[in-house]
């Protein structure tokens, strides 16, 4: 079975700097779609980037990258020039062959002015 | 374009109650999903539809929990009885059904048991 890990249950940044949570997943699919939503207190879940197994590029959204590494199965979410916005529950989450999507526990980001 | 809808916002009822939500995924969206979200921690899936069949709802718990998806678009997560330890939020999302297939979320349901 798959699973995702986020080892940072809380992160804090000051406004305008960069920081990077960490997502570690577990899978024997060589074939796979890893995304990171973006909660904030309201609620609704947002999609934020995602990248897909087989390309080796980094994907990247504007102020938003990923670092991912697949055979370390490390997917990390670098964001830029931190904004008072981007205070949210950020999710990692895995989607296999067969469209079953899994979610870590997620990191409770705070930017500070 | 509509997002997904969901209805109630806000339910609170009594133990031994039952409770209905309400979904309507993004129109042409295939599949949908219906997550349950305790309070800091991720989405879990309770059931999951490629038009109107259920493709997956091992984790749905079948004994107080049903789901339908007449016609293949809205569909209605039902709990009765509900329980103290049912009180979360409920998300409903959906997706094109093809890769990479990502999913979009509702504002999700707010259900207290008290």
């Known amino acids: 079975a798959q699973t995702v890990t986020q080892s940072q249950p809380e992160m804090s940044v000051q406004e305008a700097e960069t920081v990077t949570l960490s997502c570690t997943y577990d899978?024997?699919?060589?074939?796979?779609?890893l995304f990171w939503y973006k909660q904030p207190p309201s609620r609704q879940m947002i999609l934020v980037i995602r990248?897909?197994?087989?390309?080796?590029q980094n994907a990247t959204e504007n102020r938003f990258s990923v670092n991912f590494q697949k055979a370390a199965k490390s997917f990390s979410l670098k964001i830029s020039d931190s904004q008072l916005g981007d205070t949210a529950m950020y999710f990692c989450a895995f989607r296999n062959n067969f469209n079953k999507f899994y979610f870590g526990s997620g990191t409770k980001l705070n930017v500070k002015p | 374009e509509a997002g997904v809808v969901q209805s109630p916002r806000y339910k609170i009822i009594e133990k031994k109650q039952p409770v209905a939500f309400w979904c309507n995924p993004i129109s042409g969206h295939n599949t949908l999903y219906w997550y349950l979200q305790n309070l800091g921690q991720g989405p879990e899936l309770l059931i999951r539809?490629?038009?109107?069949?259920?493709?997956?709802d091992s984790q749905l718990p079948k004994d107080r929990f049903s789901a339908e998806r007449l016609k293949g678009v809205d569909s209605t997560l039902k709990i009765q009885p509900a329980e103290l330890g049912d009180s979360a939020v409920y998300l409903c999302?959906?997706?094109?059904?093809?890769?990479?297939?990502?999913?979009?979320f509702g504002p999700g349901t707010r259900l207290t048991v008290l």
């Open positions: 999302a959906s997706s094109a059904g093809t890769a990479p297939d990502t999913q979009y």
């Open positions: 539809y490629e038009n109107e069949e259920a493709v997956d």
């Open positions: 990248q897909e197994a087989y390309k080796q």
């Open positions: 899978t024997s699919e060589s074939n796979y779609y």
